[in-house]
């Protein structure tokens, strides 16, 4: 549903994983899965902040590759200037 209503397809991405845990027997609490959810979250956040660096370090920008690990704010602006999504 939540799919279905926000077009997010975090909650039905882990659902084949879910099932399969389910079919062999383990059992599967709410806080697996928001763990599971979590855990995507983080790698996508450190590919993001890799790709971000990576980009800058390649175009000479060191300084702003600095502030980037400082500052949010910096970060999300570059985010945005150099297209990482």
Known sequence: MMEALTKDTRFTDLVEELQRKQ??????????????????????????????????????????AKLALDDRQVRLRLYEELCIV
Not at 23 to 48: P, S
């Open 23 to 64: 079919e062999n027997g383990e059992e599967i609490v709410m806080c697996e899965y928001i763990d599971m959810l979590e855990a995507r979250g983080e790698i996508k956040g450190e590919n993001r902040l890799a790709a971000l660096l990576s980009k800058l370090y390649s175009l000479g920008r060191y300084e702003d």
